[in-house]
């Protein structure tokens, strides 16, 4: 849980994970759909390079993104694009609940990015480099909108850290 390099950024711990699921799952997928196609008597080189093309587009959509955070910064990496904005220089945070909850920051620079608030709470290290750069962005002046929403945010965190902890001593 602790970086050996205090300027190393912090990232998700269960990404590898999550990527590795994914590509399992497509291979699974491609290795059946051949399979399957190849019994059938089916098989062409047409139908191969379709089913090939089908394995990347669901390990595409299967891929979790990428968040890594370090001092005074916060970037989600999807297949296509890198999101990046400035914690210590954030304009607004809201958060939508539903069926996908997410978090949208948004900073004073135009940079825009969607979290799924569970990955801040999975992962220590993220926190804290936002916690830090939200305090940074409170006392400058610039988050004018969803400060409340952090803060409760970080309750919850904490809340659930604490019934981990509890959990894992077995005290509760």
Same mark, same amino acid.
């Given at each position: 849980m602790t970086r050996t390099d205090p300027w190393a950024p912090a990232g998700d711990r269960h990404w590898r994970g999550s990527a590795r699921l994914a590509a399992t799952c497509a291979l699974v997928f491609c290795a059946l759909s051949l399979l399957v196609d190849w019994d059938a008597g089916s098989l062409t080189l047409l139908r191969a390079v379709l089913w090939l093309t089908l394995s990347v587009t669901v390990f595409a959509v299967l891929l979790p993104h990428r968040v890594t955070a370090g001092p005074g910064w916060l970037a989600v990496r999807t297949p296509w694009r890198r999101h990046l904005v400035r914690t210590d220089a954030l304009a607004t945070v809201r958060q939508y609940d539903g069926v996908s909850a997410h978090l949208v920051l948004c900073d004073t620079h135009g940079g825009r990015l969607? &979290?799924? =608030?569970?990955? &801040?709470?999975?992962? =220590?290290?993220?926190?804290?480099?936002?916690?830090?750069?939200v305090h940074r962005s409170v006392e400058s002046g610039t988050l004018l909108q969803g400060a409340d929403v952090l803060e409760q945010l970080g309750h919850r965190i904490d809340d659930e850290t604490t019934r981990a902890v509890l959990r894992a001593s077995r005290l509760s």
């Open positions: 969607e &979290l799924d =608030p569970r990955i &801040l709470a999975a992962n =220590p290290l993220i926190w804290h480099e936002i916690d830090t750069g």
